[in-house]
C-alpha cells in the first residue's frame, strides 16, 4: 500500500527538516535484531558504516548522536511482536530532546499495539475507479481504451498488484491474451495483501533468461543490503549477463539501460 514511500516523503520534508535536529532511518524486516538496528540507524546519520565492534561501543556511539537532540527516527517495514525487544531499543533512544518522534511502518496491529503508538493511521487501497485508472495507465500508457468486453475483463484484474500486472499486459494482445491471463496466471496470485511473493514471481517469470539471471544474481547479497549500481553493473558484466549491441555504444550508457 505504499506504506515506506509515504514514510520516505514525510521524513524528506521540508518541514522535518525544520522540525527536527536530526533524522535517522532503520529497515528493520522479519528479524529484529537491537544490534544491527542500531548499526543501521548510526550509519543512516553518519553515512559510515559502522565497524564489527561490541554492542557497549554501538550503544555509546548513538548516545552520542541523540543525547539532548530533537531527533525523528524510522524503523521501517517491522514484524517484531515481541515486546522485550522492542523494550531493549527503547531504552536506547530515551536520550532525546523533547518531542523527538518515532514514526513505524508496519502490516501488523499487534506491533503497533506493542509500540504503544499514539496513533496509527492505517493505510487504504485505491477504489475501483481509482485502480482502473492506474491500471489503464500501466497497460496502455496514452492510447484510449474503448472496447467493452476488455474493460470488463480489466476490471476483474485491476484489484490485485495494478502496477506489476499493467506492465505485464503492455505487450500482449487485449482481445486473446487478457482473457487466459485473468483465467490461468491471475489466479496464482494471493489476495492477501501480506504474500506479494506470488506476485513477484509472476512478474520475474515474463523476464527474458539473460534478465532473470541479472536480478537472481542480486540475492546473492544480504536482505537490506544497499547494493551500489556501479559494483553491481561491473559484477553483471563479469558474468558475462551484460553484453554490447553496438562496438560505438557506450558501456555505462547500455549498462544503465540493462539496469532500468
Not at 531504552?91 to 523533547?98: E, I, K, N
Not at 508496519?106 to 506493542?114: F, G
Not at 482481445?175 to 509472476?202: A, G, M, V
Request: glycine fraction near 6%; aromatic fraction near 8%; proline fraction near 3%.
Amino acid at each position: 500500500l505504499g506504506k515506506t514511500t509515504l514514510a520516505q516523503l514525510t521524513f524528506n520534508h521540508e518541514t522535518i527538516e525544520k522540525c527536527f535536529q536530526l533524522k535517522m532511518w532503520g529497515c528493520v524486516s522479519d528479524v529484529f535484531d537491537v544490534k544491527k538496528l542500531v548499526g543501521k540507524i548510526l550509519e543512516s546519520t553518519t553515512n559510515k558504516k559502522p565497524e564489527d565492534v561490541e554492542m557497549s561501543t554501538l550503544i555509546s556511539f548513538l548516545k552520542k548522536e541523540i543525547d539532548g537532540k530533537k531527533y525523528m527516527l524510522v524503523l521501517d517495514d517491522v514484524w517484531n511482536e515481541d515486546p522485550e525487544e522492542w523494550f531493549k531499543l527503547k531504552q536506547l533512544l530515551m536520550g532525546g530532546a523533547r518531542g523527538s518522534k518515532i514514526l513505524v511502518t508496519t502490516r501488523s496491529k499487534m506491533v503497533a499495539k506493542i509500540m504503544h503508538a499514539g496513533k496509527p493511521y492505517l493505510l487504504e487501497g485505491l477504489d475501483k475507479h481509482e485502480s482502473w485508472s492506474l491500471f489503464q495507465q500501466m497497460a496502455f500508457g496514452k492510447d484510449q481504451l474503448e472496447n467493452l468486453g476488455i474493460v470488463s475483463i480489466g476490471n476483474e484484474i485491476v484489484p490485485l498488484a495494478i502496477k506489476t500486472i499493467g506492465r505485464l499486459l503492455y505487450l500482449r494482445n487485449p482481445t486473446t491474451e487478457w482473457l487466459s491471463f485473468k483465467d490461468n496466471e491471475l489466479s496464482r496470485i494471493s489476495q492477501n495483501e501480506n504474500d506479494i511473493l506470488p506476485t513477484i514471481k509472476l512478474s520475474y517469470n515474463q523476464l527474458p533468461p539473460n534478465l532473470k539471471q541479472s536480478f537472481a544474481y542480486c540475492s546473492l547479497f544480504p536482505k537490506d543490503h544497499e547494493i551500489v549500481k556501479s559494483t553491481l553493473i561491473n559484477l553483471w558484466i563479469s558474468q558475462g549477463y551484460i553484453k554490447l549491441s553496438d562496438q560505438n555504444q557506450c558501456l555505462e550508457d547500455h549498462s544503465f539501460k540493462k539496469l532500468k
